[in-house]
């Protein structure tokens, strides 16, 4: 007996007779479980049931259930983004919320968490839920716009903090760039934790990242030349390694220096875009000390190393890391080190790329990346990986009911064909970003479906 999810899905949200959706011969995949064969039974947009043998067997003869037959393909609950840029408002030529929720539902994602780097900055409550209705209204998936945490970036006003409600604003963050006055952050660091809104870093010395700017200007320009030789490829290679030195040095120093001030305010303190071994160990030791800190790490800085060619040439902030920095933050996501995996999804027009603008789109790729080089070359469990996107980021926000197979939990999910292998194009996004470091690559992991409180938002059935 088999059924197409999507006539089944659509003819139960359109209000037909039917009244509930089973997906049976599964694989069901969680932080906890990991169970063939199974099925699993939802309603009104929540996870009703996980049938046993007999009640399947009811359910398969019920007329008034829909039926979708697996044919063990993964069901796992979607992912969470903890770090994603839509561009919106005044960056709409990148990405606005409409582009950027169909990217995430194409990539299986359910929530992503908007950085505040846009133009205007995103400074206020009000401004924030502007985005978020937006995107509730699109409907392929939720956003929960991050405010900064000083007013339009200017580095010194945080009065606007006292009015975040935080079940509306859960995450503050400067994203793009760093809170330069230690006393200005420390007191953005106090208002939050008095709120229990979450203080999401990006750690990047100003004056050390302003240093390697001109080593870097240097090897674009470079690299702009329609025919650069040799000898001008490597000069231009020498100096983004010069600049990712000092990248490095910046990540770790601002690393440190919020992880310090994170223990004086009490507050809890989330460090984007770990790409250093250091940054790594200080964290962990910072947690030993009684810091309420958590961490993630992005699919590229895990994917491959900004060594040599062609990895160096791709221009992202923080920098693509050695080999020995990209093995250890696997190792950090194999040991529970690290609390998940972000995108950073910065999408570009074409040319701003060209100029050399940082980032890349990440949110169609994640799970096919992190699946191909987490648990296929590195042995981790499927169910870590979904801890890592699911339940992880669902805890550190506080959504509650959700990033995990359980009944009455929401039904975010997404359904995948594992050993399929597909190949990346860029210029398949729905992102209007296109560019990819993983372009040409092979993954396995193949999305088929994602739902949003049970509705289908994303399918290639």
Sequence with gaps: MSFNLVVCMDSFYNGSMQNAVLIFN?????????????????????????????????????????????????????????????????LTQKEDIETGSSA???????????????????????????NNKKAFEFGRCRTIQAVSITKNFDGKTISHLESLDQKKVPVISEDGKEVCSSSVMLEAMKIAAKKKIVVS?????SFLAESARPFRKAALELLSKENI???????????????????????????????????????????CHVST????????????????VTFEITPHHIFMNGEKA???????????????????????????????????HAPHTALDKKNGSPGFSGLETAFSACYTMLVK??????????????????????????????????????????????????????????????EGKKLFGFIKETLFNGNIVFSSL
């Design 229 to 271: 030789s040799p000898a001008e490829k490597k000069e231009a290679a020498n100096n983004l390694r010069k600049a990712d030195s000092l990248l490095a040095c910046a990540e770790d120093t601002a690393t440190f220096r919020n992880l310090r001030l994170a223990k004086d305010a009490g507050c809890h303190i989330h460090l």
């Design 201 to 205: 870093c990006h750690c990047e010395d």
């Design 26 to 90: 599964a694989r069901l995949v969680d932080a906890n479980t990991d169970k063939k064969n199974a099925a699993v039974l939802l309603a009104n947009g929540k996870i009703k049931s996980f049938p046993d043998k007999a009640s399947l067997k009811k359910l398969l003869n019920d007329d008034s259930v829909s039926k979708f037959d697996a044919k063990g393909l993964c069901v796992l609950p979607s992912f969470i983004d903890m770090h994603s840029h839509f561009r919106d408002p005044g």
């Design 310 to 344: 062609p990895g160096i040439f791709n221009i992202v902030n923080p920098p693509l890391r050695s080999e020995n920095d990209r093995l250890a933050l696997i190792q950090a996501l194999k040991d529970g080190s690290a609390n998940c995996i972000a995108t950073d």
């Design 104 to 130: 995430a539902a194409d990539g299986g994602f359910s929530t992503c968490v908007l950085m505040p780097n846009t133009n205007p900055v995103v400074s206020s409550q009000e401004q924030a839920e502007v």
């Design 277 to 292: 071994a250091a940054c790594v160990e200080a964290a962990k030791k910072a947690r030993q000390e009684g810091v309420d």
């Design 377 to 438: 070359e590195h042995g981790m469990s499927l169910k870590k990986l979904s801890e890592l996107m699911s339940a992880n980021p669902a805890r550190i926000l506080g959504l509650k009911n959700e990033g995990l197979l359980k009944e009455g939990f929401a039904a975010n999910l997404v359904l995948v064909d594992l050993e399929r292998q597909w190949t990346v194009r860029g210029q398949k996004f729905a992102s209007k970003g296109k560019f990819t470091p993983l």
